[in-house]
């Protein structure tokens, strides 16, 4: 290893006569930026600067506690450590201008595991441990950098998205906020045995559109609103004089007080309700309606999901569905990440799916065959962007396979026509022909089961392909059929087909570049002028995907969500809490930026939307972001690599 030296007079003259180049440098690079100039100051008066020639060790292990940390000003320097989780996997990556090491070692007292050299001629900022742990206390930017590390910047990021979309929308307020905030008074609520009449006096002087019916012991039993009103007069105008419990809707929504505003609004756009109840050790102690919830600029949630349900024709759901990009924006504007964001973008498809379905049929006429509609892909996980194609398929009931046949030539037409009237709605026809309308996606339950055992029995290329979309599966419309018992028995006889998980796991880590080459063109091109781009999808977002499928389908974890994987996956001990958290954020972010280019790009009434990312385009942070993220995509990968053998 490489000693060095106390600096010399003359390298610390040098840091002061340039300190305010220095101090420009650090601006630029997170978390620096977010420090008090004094502590700015301080670290350029302890620092000194040195200059490392291509292949210069610069630190690596030995038998002291690390003396030194190191900021890179100027070039590229490549780590390498021994993998303690994955003994055949020796972790390789590129550190480039902003980032510093080695914290790790620094924060444990102890020599770090990594030999870091120079992989060309490049200049550090050093300053010694003993004046880096003092930059520490002192600084809580620095500090919380030091610990969190991706997860720091994740913040510091959604912060900066959050204020300038505010800026711009005006926000005072967020969907983090908690429901409890919203409670304005006390709840008003009856119970059972009130004849409506009486209720809706009740309703009148409190000036409230709804009436919680609870027991005696205060824990909600029903809801009544004013929606319903409608409906029971309509039935039979005696119904005043009812006992509002026989006329009230049973088992309302509840939610207790801590959650948020966002958990209310998609619990409302998923049952297309106006009201959720919140209880406290099960009794009622308030109420929320869509109104008291934040108006998303000019577009409410709630409001469109249940526009989006109710919509009369084709063209008004197509009419309706320009408003989702203007909902995307106010989200963010309200603090949503872009996990929240996808899901709402997947409810208001699946409203818009749904709504297509009964629209259909009621032109085509119901052919008398109950089916379920099934979606795949995205749209399964929960995780849909503004660019989205259609994964879908049908599932029937049949007898025998000429019944099957019979069934499926009656559904077919009208499963083509859904397919098209979606894609007039924005879903994309898939031009893998991965939808309903296909005469392989329309299927007897015998027949899925068939399918699904013919791509774990023959695990080829093409059988591979098939797995990392039917695999991910969500019934979306009609009574269920069978499909959740499909879906259980699928997931025990994939838990038992070791040939085929092994690869589908070598499947998950063929993303080309491979990782190595890919790090190290983000190193090189990430903020030049060099034109380079990156497919969020193909490269960023899918080899998370397809790692925590195969990793779920391993340990019969059922979500389909691959933030949810990864959470079920630390409680069960698969992976560590720490790398759940890293890998949920990378992922996260990741997204973020596909649903940012999104957004620019149909501002700039670009035709046709794409997930290419321009990556001269990005700022510091997310340059150091993008860099994070896709470290981890190679350690989920060295994961699948290391628990398959592969």
Not at 53 to 62: D, F, H, S, V, W
Not at 329 to 334: G, I, K, P, V
Not at 527 to 552: E, T
Request: with cysteine; charged share 20%.
């Amino acid at each position: 290893m490489s000693t060095l030296n106390a600096p010399s007079p003359t390298a610390q003259a040098a840091i002061q006569q340039n300190s305010q180049a220095i101090l420009h440098f650090l601006q630029q690079h997170p978390p620096f930026n977010q420090m008090e100039m004094g502590h700015l100051l301080m670290m350029i008066e302890q620092a000194w600067l040195r200059f490392y020639a291509k292949g210069t060790q610069i630190t690596g292990p030995n038998d002291e506690a690390e003396q030194y940390w190191f900021l890179i000003k100027q070039g590229l320097v490549q780590g390498k450590r021994p993998n303690p989780k994955y003994p055949d996997n020796t972790e390789r990556f590129l550190l480039t201008v902003g980032d510093s090491f080695p914290i790790a070692a620094i924060l444990s007292q102890r020599s770090t595991r990594t030999t870091y050299t120079a992989h060309e001629d490049c200049f550090c900022l050093v300053v010694s441990a003993t004046d880096f742990i003092k930059l520490l206390r002192a600084s809580e930017p620095l500090r919380s950098f030091a610990i969190g590390g991706i997860s720091s910047l994740f913040d510091e990021l959604q912060q900066q998205v959050q204020a300038r979309a505010s800026a711009h929308l005006g926000a005072d307020y967020s969907i983090h906020d908690s429901l409890a905030s919203l409670i304005v008074r006390k709840p008003i609520s009856c119970l059972a045995d009130q004849p409506l009449q009486q209720v809706l006096q009740i309703m009148q002087q409190h000036q409230i559109g709804s009436m919680v019916i609870v027991d005696q012991e205060q824990a909600p039993i029903g809801i009544f609103t004013l929606r319903d009103l409608r409906r029971v007069l309509a039935e039979d105008p005696q119904n005043l004089y009812v006992p509002v419990g026989e006329l009230m809707v049973t088992e309302p929504l509840t939610l207790t007080p801590e959650a948020s505003a966002f958990d209310a609004a998609l619990l409302m756009a998923q049952h297309h309700i106006g009201h959720v109840c919140l209880i406290d050790n099960d009794k009622l102690v308030g109420v929320v309606s869509e109104r008291d919830l934040f108006s998303l600029q000019r577009v409410d949630l709630v409001h469109l999901a249940r526009a989006l349900r109710q919509a009369k024709s084709i063209h008004a759901l197509q009419q309706l569905r320009t408003d989702i990009h203007r909902l995307v924006d106010s989200m963010l504007a309200h603090g949503a990440d872009a996990n929240q964001i996808t899901q709402v973008i997947t409810q208001l498809n699946d409203h818009t799916t749904s709504r297509v379905i009964e629209l259909v049929l009621r032109k085509h006429g119901d052919p008398g065959i109950p089916f379920n509609w099934l979606v795949f892909g995205s749209e399964a996980r929960g995780e849909q962007a503004l660019v989205t194609d259609q994964d879908n398929g049908i599932l029937f009931l049949a007898d025998n396979p000429e019944q099957a046949e019979q069934y499926r030539q009656q559904l077919l037409p009208i499963a083509k026509a859904i397919n098209l009237a979606l894609d007039q709605c924005g879903l994309s026809l898939c031009k893998g022909n991965i939808m309903a309308g296909n005469p392989k996606l329309c299927l007897s339950m015998e027949e899925w089961h068939a399918r699904f055992e013919d791509i774990m029995a023959n695990p080829d290329p093409k059988h591979l392909l098939q797995a990392s979309v039917f695999f991910d599966l969500r019934m979306v419309w009609g009574e269920d059929l069978g499909f959740k018992k499909l879906h259980r028995q699928l997931l025990n006889q994939v838990q038992q087909r070791n040939r085929f998980l092994r690869q589908l796991a070598k499947a998950a880590l063929n993303y080309p570049p491979p990782p190595s080459q890919l790090r190290r063109w983000i190193a090189k091109t990430v903020g030049s002028s060099s034109g380079a781009r990156l497919d969020l999808k193909r490269h960023g977002l899918g080899p998370f995907v397809d790692a925590a499928r195969v990793l779920a389908l391993s340990s019969k974890i059922p979500h389909a969500s691959t933030q949810d994987r990864l959470e079920q996956l630390a409680a069960k001990g698969v992976i560590s809490n720490k790398d759940a958290e890293l890998w949920s954020d990378s992922y996260r972010y990741l997204q973020l930026l596909r649903l940012q280019l999104h957004q620019r790009q149909d501002k700039n009434n670009q035709e046709e939307l794409s997930n290419i990312l321009q990556l001269d385009q990005l700022n510091q942070l997310h340059r150091r972001m993008l860099r994070e993220a896709m470290r981890q995509v190679r350690y989920i990968q060295a994961l699948v690599n290391y628990r398959y053998r592969l």
